[in-house]
């Protein structure tokens, strides 16, 4: 008796531990570093990356990496099943967890990277029924089970009303990540975006400043990679300086990593057809909250070519805090500021705008506008002159404003802002349906560069007619039509409409289907025609590519892979505008640090000859890119010498002398073809060969000879 009461006890305890394992729930982690592809070769993207478990227990996956991740039941190949999906989890900690009732292998992987998959098994582990042992019946727990997960029709069919499936596909997790951009930028709801520091803000925050105070200066430069040059302007004693004399309140603003950091992010959202416009980049603020959080602006200033380019200017009181940049509100705001540069470029007017002293008084702004105005036939631009026919923001302007235009007045028309602004509210009351936000009632200018980042952020706005689907029950059946196919026609309000095959009217993406035709229109909103606006522009819709899989790379990828529509992805190389390099020591070139600036006529000659006249031919691109790559073995080294030494200096400008004097024969060489710019290269190569080397050759060998 005693050996069969320790024989119980003994089974009870075994019981006791195994039963909660064999219902035991499991936890899977996305690995650490699993957004880059390799992972799926030893099978460690999730870890573990297959769990067994048993009907009733949960799984929990956490993400530990530092990108973002999704589990999504289904496979790459076969897309989501709706069986679970965790939506997007964000890195570092977010966790999301699934309970399995019913028997079977369920496969999951991230939509975000696809390579990353894994398996749940739960009870028999295999997705079809199992089949009793031959001959024999099945055991009375897999019985037991099966009539537990028997389904009930009517009960499966409130569960599908109340809890549709998921089914993320990556533009809409991308879509819903830049959802929270627009959110965050304009400030409409900060429960919608989570991660905009801007507006967990406090309407008291500030820091003081009562006037608009330059803080730093630098100049930007692509050759190719892109970078900042501290070195550009002077000061009343023609000293060289990047930091301007500030408060000490605002002197933490003078880091230089963050400026590379918010120079960094705006490289790599802006397409290269506008950052080859962008010369200067300053860092000034006017406080937290109040007047520009960035803004551009032409270096008319400059000579030649370089007045007609911009400068960007960002406000570090409204973006950096606590040492953190809010990523989500600086980078919808360079948008807009990106469009201002599209649109207001040197190719888009004449050019012909009002000068400095316009914006002085009043009444001499309205008197040159109106006469600008009068002598344009397009949109007279106060900044970029008379528009050309063709140009986005004449285009802009004929479809959304000319019949608004009279009942609008522009900023620089009252002596008092306050007073603008009343009348801006009116204005915008009154024609309220026209814009996205409140702001881009301001002038045509703005309007434009809200639009165009409603088109980058939002999804195309598509007119919604009823549409011409196959047949079925319950359709007032239409003569010819039968079921499951398609109608010849369909009702449409009270009348009956013809169904042709073509391009959807007003979808920006010209997709087709079967479209109801011959019975009147359907319209979109003002707003909504101008988001759609940019669509008719091919090169516009490859800059909306660039900077939403931009976002995306910056948000799901890790810093060795790029979004490349669908998913994280190694590419193959890096665009030159998206590599940036802060500029010290010797980055800079070899004539910069002779003459002291990139803004040298010297160094500008160069750069002339080699955009305007070198790079025009392939013979021209291919030698360049062999000099380049011996020239900057050797540059930054006698850069650097250059600076510390005065005299070895002035040696360099000297011995530069022969070189740009040469140089200059190409200014009246006409060069039209690839054998003339080798015949022109080849005679300049040789002609400062002897005047380098075979001349000093030949006098060295004559004062040899005397002596």
């Known amino acids: 008796m005693r050996y069969l009461l320790l024989s119980v006890l003994v089974v009870c305890i075994i019981g006791f531990f195994a039963i909660p394992q064999a219902f035991a729930d499991a936890t899977v982690t996305h690995s650490p570093g699993s957004s880059t592809p390799g992972c799926e070769e030893t099978n460690s993207c999730f870890i573990p990356s297959t769990v067994t478990i048993q009907p009733g227990s949960t799984v929990t996956w956490k993400n530990t990496d530092n990108t973002a991740h999704t589990a999504t039941s289904g496979t790459a190949a076969d897309g989501p099943d709706g069986v679970f999906d965790s939506s997007l989890m964000m890195a570092n900690g977010p966790s999301f967890s699934h309970t399995f009732d019913a028997a079977g292998t369920y496969d999951y992987f991230c939509m975000v990277h696809p390579w990353m998959a894994g398996s749940v098994i739960v009870g028999a582990g295999s997705s079809t029924p199992s089949q009793p042992p031959p001959g024999g019946d099945e055991p009375a727990w897999v019985t037991s089970l099966e009539q537990q997960s028997t389904p009930d029709p009517e009960k499966e069919e409130v569960l599908k009303k109340e809890e549709p499936p998921v089914t993320?596909?990556?533009?809409?997790?991308?879509?819903?990540?830049?959802?929270?951009?627009?959110?965050?930028?304009?400030?409409?709801?900060?429960?919608?975006?989570?991660?905009?520091?801007?507006?967990?803000?406090?309407?008291?925050?500030?820091?003081?400043?009562?006037?608009?105070?330059?803080?730093?200066?630098?100049?930007v430069y692509c050759d190719p990679v892109c970078r900042l040059a501290p070195d550009d302007f002077t000061d009343d004693e023609e000293n060289y300086f990047t930091h301007f004399p500030v408060e000490n309140k605002l002197k933490k603003f003078q880091n230089e990593n963050l400026h590379q950091q918010l120079f960094n992010t705006y490289v790599s959202i802006t397409p290269p057809q506008i950052l080859d416009e962008v010369s200067a980049f300053y860092i000034e603020t006017d406080d937290w909250g109040t007047g520009a959080d960035a803004s551009v602006d032409r270096l008319y200033w400059l000579a030649p070519p370089y007045d007609t380019k911009f400068y960007v200017s960002i406000d570090p009181a409204d973006m950096i805090f606590n040492g953190a940049v809010d990523e989500q509100y600086l980078k919808p705001t360079l948008i807009h500021e990106n469009a201002h540069i599209l649109s207001l470029s040197e190719n888009q007017g004449d050019n012909n705008g009002l000068p400095p002293e316009a914006y002085d008084k009043p009444s001499l702004f309205k008197q040159l506008m109106t006469e600008g105005e009068r002598s344009c036939a397009n949109y007279y631009d106060d900044l970029a002159g008379c528009m050309n026919k063709n140009s986005y923001l004449n285009a802009f302007f004929q479809k959304f404003w000319a019949?608004?235009?009279?009942?609008?007045n522009w900023e620089w028309e009252y002596d008092n802002v306050d007073n603008f602004y009343n009348h801006n509210s009116m204005f915008y009351e009154k024609y309220s349906s026209h814009f996205v936000i409140e702001y881009a009632a301001s002038n045509p200018d703005e309007d434009f560069a809200e639009s165009f980042t409603a088109f980058v952020l939002k999804e195309p706005t598509v007119t919604k007619w009823g549409t011409c689907n196959p047949y079925r029950a319950g359709i007032s059946a239409v003569a010819g039509s039968q079921p499951g196919m398609m109608p010849k026609q369909i009702p449409f309000g009270p009348q009956f409409c013809d169904c042709e095959k073509?391009?959807?009217?007003?979808?920006?993406?010209?997709?087709?289907?079967?479209?109801?035709?011959?019975?009147?229109?359907?319209?979109?909103?003002?707003?909504?025609?101008?988001?759609?606006?940019?669509?008719?522009?091919?090169?516009?819709?490859?800059?909306?590519?660039?900077?939403?899989?931009?976002?995306?790379?910056?948000?799901?990828?890790?810093?060795?892979?790029?979004?490349?529509?669908?998913?994280?992805?190694?590419?193959?190389s890096p665009p030159p505008q998206q590599q940036t390099q802060q500029s010290k020591g010797g980055g800079c070139l070899i004539a910069t640090a002779a003459f002291g600036s990139e803004m040298a006529p010297q160094v500008q000659f160069l750069r002339e000859i080699r955009d305007n006249t070198v790079l025009q031919t392939e013979s021209g691109t291919s030698f360049m890119t062999g000099f380049n790559q011996f020239y900057y073995s050797f540059s930054p080294t006698i850069a650097d010498y250059e600076r510390e030494n005065p005299t070895f200096k002035e040696a360099v400008k000297i011995t530069l002398t022969p070189l740009l004097t040469s140089l200059t024969l190409l200014q009246y060489a006409d060069?039209?073809?690839?054998?003339?710019?080798?015949g022109y290269g080849i005679g300049i190569i040789l002609l400062n060969i002897g005047m380098y080397f075979v001349v000093p050759a030949v006098l060295i060998m004559k004062v040899r000879k005397k002596i």
């Open 671 to 678: 060069i039209d073809s690839e054998s003339e710019m080798l």
């Open 168 to 219: 993320l596909d990556p533009e809409t997790v991308l879509q819903k990540k830049l959802d929270e951009y627009w959110n965050c930028a304009y400030m409409l709801d900060s429960k919608l975006a989570p991660d905009c520091i801007n507006a967990s803000l406090p309407s008291t925050y500030n820091l003081g400043v009562e006037k608009i105070t330059r803080i730093s200066v630098y100049g």
């Open 502 to 572: 073509k391009v959807i009217p007003g979808h920006p993406l010209g997709k087709t289907m079967y479209w109801p035709s011959g019975c009147g229109t359907a319209t979109l909103t003002i707003q909504d025609q101008k988001k759609n606006f940019f669509y008719q522009y091919d090169e516009l819709k490859e800059m909306r590519s660039f900077i939403r899989n931009a976002i995306a790379t910056s948000e799901f990828c890790d810093g060795e892979t790029v979004w490349n529509g669908k998913t994280c992805v190694k590419p193959v």
């Open 403 to 408: 019949g608004i235009y009279r009942d609008h």
